[in-house]
């Protein structure tokens, strides 16, 4: 793995975890100790992390919730990806929509639409979608029943697999942890790729919305091989990265780049 890709990584799970410690490093970058250190003091110098007693911590002062972070991070290229993606959805289609920093941003540009009929497990999509504003332009958002999680706000489990074993969708729109060439699009936690990977095998057509950061990292479950996605939605700046020639070389014109 490059020394840019390790860095883009580590900085990916800081995104994701307060702290992450240094065995989690040498297991999920596939390199040694010595390598971790130095990725991690040159991190360090440049004001991208602090370490700390046996790993390394996000700069934050004080604890601040990570999805909440996330939705901060990169939010202009989320907002250009969001954009990109409504123009890709038609009035009056059924969405699946799972929940991240970015679909949030999504279901506030999809409330200028009409007669959508979205099904979530994202808090924050059904609030953006089931405002009166969007209501009145005949949308409609139903929100999966399960079991509450708050990072991101949504529903997991059982319950939730089980409604959506039952819906047929137009479309479904996930985004991943990351995404590579080799292993698609992946989650850091089971439960979001388990409802990921349900919500496209409900739909028609399949979409993954990653801004640049998410491409060449790994998550630990796939949850779609790039074969299975129909549309990846990124930003401008992906085209500069090392990983963007392979996705360009194996997805074509299914790469849409902002």
Not at 29 to 46: G, H, I, N, P, Q
Request: net charge positive; glycine share 6%.
């Amino acid at each position: 793995m490059w020394r840019a890709e390790r860095h883009q990584r580590i900085r990916a799970l800081l995104d994701t975890f307060d702290q992450v410690s240094v065995d989690q490093l040498v297991t999920e970058l596939a390199v040694s100790r010595e390598t971790v250190r130095r990725d991690v003091k040159e991190l360090e110098a440049a004001g991208a992390l602090r370490r700390v007693h046996g790993g390394i911590a996000s700069m934050q002062d004080s604890p601040e919730a990570p999805y909440r972070k996330r939705a901060l991070i990169n939010r202009r290229e989320k907002q250009e990806i969001a954009a990109l993606c409504r123009d890709r959805i038609s009035a009056g289609q059924t969405l699946f929509i799972d929940a991240g920093s970015t679909t949030r941003l999504l279901a506030q540009a999809l409330a200028g639409l009409s007669g959508l009929q979205v099904f979530t497990n994202s808090l924050d999509v059904a609030a953006h979608l089931g405002t009166a504003a969007s209501r009145r332009r005949q949308n409609r958002v139903i929100l999966l029943g399960g079991d509450y999680a708050d990072q991101p706000p949504a529903t997991m489990g059982a319950m939730v697999l089980s409604a959506i074993s039952r819906i047929s969708a137009d479309v479904a729109i996930c985004s991943p942890f990351g995404l590579t060439a080799g292993e698609g699009a992946t989650s850091y936690v089971i439960d979001e790729a388990e409802i990921a990977r349900a919500m496209f095998a409900r739909a028609t057509r399949r979409i993954v919305l990653a801004d640049h950061s998410k491409l060449g990292v790994r998550g630990r479950v796939s949850f779609a091989p790039l074969a299975e996605i129909d549309l990846l939605i990124t930003d401008a700046r992906a085209r500069r990265l090392p990983h963007h020639a392979a996705l360009a070389a194996e997805m074509g014109q299914r790469l849409i780049c902002g």
